[in-house]
């Protein structure tokens, strides 16, 4: 069982470059949403999805672009990476609107330098 | 916005000791969520407590949801290295799309 893959595991980027973080599920949920994790900050959401087609702003989206357009994949846009977009980045997605179980994908460490 | 606070914020042990884990806020949540996240994983739902005074155990770890469902709290027994990890509380925004807010994470170290 997949689940929730995420790629690449790990990534470093010089300031200013761009990249795409790929997420995709296999669970046939609608809600997907991207998270990062910095040491004691628990869990921020940056970007959410309650289905093909619509996207939302979390609570840190400033810096980052999301598209849906299937339910399986939901891509997120690093547009020209800071030294403060370095993090831990993790994909989730959950039955129904959200605020369900969320299914975490392994992770991608970002370093951007 | 609804704000979860977890205390303590690391916790290191000794196999054998209990310990408890605390998940506060100044909202009500209708649920709350607990996760475990192990090194290089991603965090993976433990229990969810829907009613206010609600119990849960699952093994040596008890949950509890508070009368209110303004907080939540983990206690193990007899903690054992595999309990290793970063303990995170979340629960659920309200509206159309019911987002999750989590908490700051508790990060627990049991030692032989």
């Known amino acids: 069982n997949a689940g929730v893959t995420q790629t690449p595991k790990f990534q470093v980027l010089k300031t200013g470059q761009s990249m795409t973080l790929q997420c995709a599920q296999d669970?046939?949920?609608?809600?997907m949403s991207w998270y990062r994790q910095d040491p004691g900050m628990g869990l921020r959401l940056i970007h959410y999805?309650?289905?093909?087609?619509?996207?939302d702003q979390g609570e840190v989206p400033n810096g980052y672009n999301v598209s849906r357009s299937t339910t399986e994949d939901f891509p997120l846009r690093l547009l020209s990476a800071a030294p403060s977009q370095t993090s831990v980045y993790f994909c989730?997605?959950?039955?129904?609107?959200?605020?369900?179980?969320?299914?975490f994908g392994q992770g991608t460490r970002l370093t951007v330098v | 916005t609804q704000l979860l606070e977890q205390s303590p914020q690391f916790l290191s042990i000794q196999e054998g000791e209990n310990l408890t884990v605390y998940c506060n806020s100044s909202?009500?949540?209708?649920?709350l969520q607990w996760y475990r996240q192990e090194p290089g994983e991603g965090p993976v739902l433990l229990v969810t407590?829907?009613?206010?005074?609600e119990v849960k155990k699952l093994k040596r770890l008890t949950f509890q949801f508070g009368d209110a469902r303004k907080d939540s709290s983990l206690h193990i027994t007899a903690a054992q290295p595999g309990d290793t990890g970063l303990y995170l509380c979340?629960?659920?925004?309200?509206?159309?799309?019911?987002?999750?807010?989590f908490g700051t994470g508790t990060r627990l170290q049991v030692t032989l």
């Open positions: 979340a629960g659920p925004s309200t509206g159309t799309a019911s987002k999750l807010t």
């Open positions: 669970m046939n949920h609608e809600y």
């Open positions: 407590v829907v009613t206010g005074g």
């Open positions: 989730a997605s959950s039955y129904g609107t959200g605020g369900r179980e969320a299914f």
């Open positions: 999805s309650v289905g093909a087609g619509i996207t």
């Open positions: 909202s009500v949540f209708s649920s």
